[in-house]
């Protein structure tokens, strides 16, 4: 759980800096704006528009943020809606039927269900989905040893529609950790970045010193006014920045050695996740009951 509140979160919407200089081969963000609803489980609707029309924002990459109470998990719905195709990133189990409405309604196609690593918590909604719909197909990280029908790794890219998620690899809360970048104007972090906290790295291969490198050397620096949507969290905040983290987290602006000091000393092994027995076997075979996994996955 995040240590302390960040004092403001300024969400860049209606100004970006110029063009960034930055390792990873994105577009600037300066022309591309993403047009955000936040939906809680009752689907009431936080809409940001800034003065944006309706006509502009329906060419944008459309993001919606859904939530699952129990676990207190954010799933994100990520749509082109030129093609109406869409993907879902770490969906729930409890919650699947209510995605897979919210994608009818909508009148988006999904193409992939997309896990940001093996969940210790909750178990991943892939394998329902894929029952009620043949044609979606999982995707989860190589290095997680996790069955799915596509294992992807660093620098490969997953395409719907127009669009396309980067995969980089963010290892140190599990070793098959991966954040997924919408063209340099959002990341999807799942637990290695929360907001104003970061993942545990006592179970499931955790590794401190990782974690810090892999979030210095491959999230932040990402562009200062990237949207960062965080895997869980547990004070009603929704989104931040790399320019808020990278500046506030009480955790990542430490040195390294400080930070693997604080990691050991607040996460000892102890305290694991309720659901971590169940969780975790259902969550390496994409979610399915023991015995039931798909024979391709």
């Given at each position: 759980?995040?240590?302390?509140?960040?004092?403001?979160?300024?969400?860049?919407?209606?100004?970006?800096?110029?063009?960034?200089?930055?390792?990873?081969s994105?577009?600037?963000?300066t022309?591309?704006?993403?047009?955000?609803?936040?939906?809680?489980?009752?689907?009431?609707?936080q809409?940001?528009?800034?003065?944006?029309?309706?006509?502009?924002?329906?060419?944008?990459?459309?993001?919606?943020?859904?939530?699952?109470?129990?676990?207190?998990?954010?799933?994100?719905?990520?749509?082109?809606?030129?093609?109406?195709?869409?993907?879902?990133?770490?969906p729930?189990d409890?919650?699947?039927?209510?995605?897979?409405?919210?994608?009818?309604?909508?009148?988006?196609?999904?193409?992939?269900?997309?896990?940001?690593?093996?969940?210790a918590?909750?178990?991943?909604?892939?394998?329902?989905?894929?029952?009620?719909?043949?044609a979606?197909q999982?995707?989860?990280?190589?290095?997680?040893?996790a069955?799915?029908?596509?294992?992807?790794?660093?620098?490969?890219?997953?395409s719907?529609?127009?669009?396309?998620?980067?995969?980089?690899?963010?290892?140190?809360?599990?070793?098959?950790?991966?954040?997924?970048?919408?063209?340099?104007?959002?990341a999807?972090?799942?637990?290695?970045?929360?907001?104003?906290?970061?993942?545990?790295?006592?179970?499931?291969?955790?590794?401190?010193?990782?974690?810090?490198?892999?979030?210095?050397?491959?999230?932040?620096?990402?562009?200062?006014?990237?949207?960062?949507?965080?895997?869980?969290?547990?004070?009603?905040l929704?989104?931040?920045?790399v320019?808020?983290?990278?500046?506030?987290?009480?955790?990542?602006?430490?040195?390294?050695?400080?930070?693997?000091?604080?990691?050991?000393k607040?996460?000892?092994?102890?305290?694991?996740?309720?659901?971590?027995?169940?969780?975790?076997?259902?969550?390496?075979?994409?979610?399915?009951?023991s015995?039931?996994?798909?024979?391709?996955?």
């Amino acid at each position: 759980q995040p240590d302390g509140l960040p004092p403001f979160l300024s969400i860049p919407f209606q100004s970006f800096p110029p063009p960034h200089s930055f390792p990873h081969s994105f577009p600037s963000p300066t022309h591309l704006l993403p047009f955000v609803l936040s939906l809680s489980g009752d689907f009431r609707p936080q809409r940001a528009t800034m003065g944006c029309t309706e006509s502009k924002l329906s060419k944008l990459p459309q993001i919606r943020q859904l939530f699952e109470k129990q676990s207190s998990t954010y799933t994100y719905l990520v749509a082109d809606p030129a093609t109406k195709e869409c993907v879902l990133i770490d969906p729930v189990d409890v919650t699947a039927e209510r995605d897979l409405s919210y994608v009818s309604n909508a009148g988006y196609k999904l193409k992939y269900v997309i896990n940001t690593h093996v969940h210790a918590d909750h178990i991943t909604g892939s394998g329902l989905i894929k029952t009620k719909a043949p044609a979606v197909q999982s995707i989860i990280s190589e290095n997680s040893g996790a069955k799915a029908d596509i294992k992807v790794k660093h620098g490969d890219k997953i395409s719907f529609g127009k669009l396309s998620l980067l995969c980089l690899e963010t290892p140190g809360h599990t070793p098959g950790c991966i954040t997924y970048v919408l063209g340099g104007i959002a990341a999807f972090c799942g637990d290695t970045l929360l907001i104003g906290g970061c993942g545990r790295t006592d179970f499931q291969g955790g590794d401190p010193a990782q974690l810090y490198d892999s979030i210095h050397k491959n999230i932040f620096t990402l562009p200062g006014d990237c949207l960062l949507y965080p895997g869980h969290d547990y004070r009603g905040l929704t989104v931040s920045t790399v320019a808020e983290e990278s500046k506030t987290n009480p955790r990542l602006t430490k040195s390294k050695e400080d930070f693997i000091a604080l990691m050991k000393k607040k996460f000892d092994g102890s305290n694991y996740p309720k659901r971590l027995d169940e969780a975790l076997p259902a969550n390496m075979a994409c979610g399915f009951p023991s015995g039931e996994e798909k024979k391709d996955n």
